[in-house]
């Protein structure tokens, strides 16, 4: 489902400065401080040896900057499945705590690490996942991948329009090892893939997208994707217009008739979220035979997209995978 | 007779006569017991002669040590369990008291909408970001809500001077749900999955935050509180009996109202921002203590407390385990138990009703 367009070239990329770059050292001493979510200074004043991390996408940082190695323990593994470039077969190798979940606090402590990482925001796995207070128990700090978030109850978050959240994740975790280089390598490597699509996507028009991470049912509000989350990222990046840019929350609720009145011209299916009444092609299906969506241009013209959530939802190198490949759909007969 | 006494009567001659000091210290030993049992299970197998080993150390006053079982066991398995005895003790007492307060057998804390405030105080921090008091906000924020939604429930509901009973659970359960509405509001507004995760904590609740740092304030609150209603039973007896019958044995029963329930808001508030919305167990645990030692309030709520502690020992015992390694919000579990146990209380205090004369 997903165009692995470029994977291989950033994979060279990576062996190649893999074989030459920096190599984390136990015995660095300088300290060094990167800010949390909070925007909190942390300090680590060695180089983390046992990390684990909490779910696939943090583990894609990880592997991806020749970290693999330093991770005693993974959690939430199944963005893994979407991986079908060469470090496939080293996520394969990451010890596996919990496939299906983020690992509960008991057993990441049992791991004895002395950094927990995190493609989730301010660690908000579910209720018994670690987090910070429970990092302090087990002496580890804890390192998250960070998204825009609503500094009050009546403003909703600054929207998401670029990768920069899977960039600064990625940069913060160079830093924590010692290898800021070959995580800023790897960055611009993402970044110039970004960016070329960015510059072709201005130059045409911008169809209007609505995102679905479900199928709707009659009688019910339409979920779909505010702007402050990654699928609303890929969109705008791709050329697109997210048609309900102006809701608040990660999951919202909108109502049909909005759909209606907006009329998206494409309709985006994030796949693969747990809560989806069905999986994988199965639900763009259910989509394009939904009745509630049978009046929009979208689905009469025939443009239902899909990107699995394991790309398209949470900061993670794929993003750039995910966006490539809805671009080039997107413009694959455009208006 | 209330209602409550008439139900937990006819239950009680059921049960039999077994001597209240040995009910109470059998309950005692079992929480004892069962916090220990529990401290050894979990998803990660510790042997049971580990276990033993690092609690003796620490009981005879040996420091932490360096030992993976000694972070497991002593670090992060006892104070949950220890908090898992604390909060469901806190509830229970608390549900036991707004029954009495409000002369029906199916309230509990959260009819009042206390647990309904606090979810609303921990929510707005969550989703605004606002953190003055570092990590006390959140339990603070909780706090301060349930003392709010208390203080409208208490303004709302006086009627020439007087707390109605009928009035106190009419208004309860209006800004109760207006609370709810409030918190799933701010629920669909919420950015990141994380704030959604966390928002779901305050609606359901888990114990899985719980770190030695965390007991203090529970343990202090519902031992004081726990003694106070003790202290304060014989006149939650005379309460039961009605406005008119407490006036005729010198009660002020609006005034001994207020001071119950602002007990009360002490130990829901305080157990509420270690733990989260943990349902049912306010609601069905006093019943059970009225069907071992009768509606007794001296007698019951002692009783109440160990019970309470029992039950939310053991159904966080199976949040941990039964679908392992992850974990289901304790307040699940206690629904499950709970809601049964609700609908066979109600059905009960309707017989009670009919057979009563």
Known sequence: ?335 | MSVTGATAVRFRLRVGTVPYAVVLGVLSAAVLVSVVIATGIGPVRVPADEVTRVLVHHLIGGADTASTADLIVWRLRLPRVLLGALVGAGLALAGAVVQSVVRNPVADPYLLGLSSGASVGAVLVITTGVSMLGALTLPVAAFAGAAGAIAVVLLLARHRGRLLPLRLILVGVAVGHLLGGFTSFLLTRAETSSAQQQIIFWLLGALSGAHWGLLGVPAVVVTASCLLLVIRARRLNVLVLGDEAAAALGVDASRLRRELLLVTTLLVGTVVAVSGGIGFVGLIVAHLARMLVGADHRRMLPVTAALGALFLVWADVAARMLISPTELPIGILTAFLGVPFFLLVMHARGLAAEGAP
Do not use: W
């Open chain 1, 1 to 335: 489902m997903i165009r692995r367009v470029g994977t291989l070239a950033v994979c060279l990329a990576l062996a190649g400065c893999g074989a030459a770059g920096e190599a984390p050292s136990a015995d660095a001493v300088t300290a060094v401080t990167v800010k949390d979510c909070a925007g909190q200074d942390m300090t680590f004043t060695s180089v983390p040896q046992r990390v684990v991390v909490l779910d696939g996408y943090a583990a894609q940082s990880m592997v991806r900057l020749g970290l693999g190695d330093r991770v005693v323990g993974v959690g939430f593994t199944k963005p893994f499945s979407v991986e079908k470039g060469p470090i496939q077969a080293e996520l394969q190798r990451l010890p596996v705590l919990a496939a299906d979940s983020v690992p509960p606090t008991e057993i990441v402590a049992a791991q004895r690490p002395d950094l927990v990482l995190t493609a989730f925001a301010d660690f908000g796995g579910a209720p018994g996942s670690p987090k910070e207070a429970d990092l302090a128990t087990m002496d580890a700090q804890g390192l998250a991948a960070c998204t825009p978030t609503a500094t009050s109850p009546t403003e909703a978050a600054k929207p998401l329009t670029d990768l920069s959240p899977t960039y600064d994740f990625l940069r913060r975790i160079g830093q924590v090892f010692r290898i800021g280089n070959r995580a800023e390598q790897l960055i611009s490597e993402l970044r110039a893939r970004e960016q070329a699509v960015v510059a072709k996507a201005v130059a045409g028009p911008r169809p209007r997208v609505l995102i679905l991470p479900d199928n709707p049912v009659a009688g019910q509000p339409v979920p779909t994707s505010g702007p402050a989350t990654i699928a609303n990222a890929l969109v705008t990046a791709a050329g697109g217009t997210n048609v309900f840019a102006d809701t608040a929350g990660m999951h919202s609720q909108v109502s049909p008739e909005m759909v209606a009145e907006r009329d998206p011209q494409v309709i985006l299916v994030i796949t693969d979220y747990s809560f989806a009444k069905a999986k994988g092609q199965a639900l763009v299906d259910q989509v394009r035979a939904n009745p509630l969506l049978a009046g929009t241009t979208a689905v009469r013209t025939g443009r239902v997209l899909s990107a699995s959530q394991y790309v398209a939802a949470f900061p993670s190198p794929l993003n750039v995978d995910a966006l490539e490949q809805i671009a080039g759909d997107l413009r694959v007969d455009g208006p």
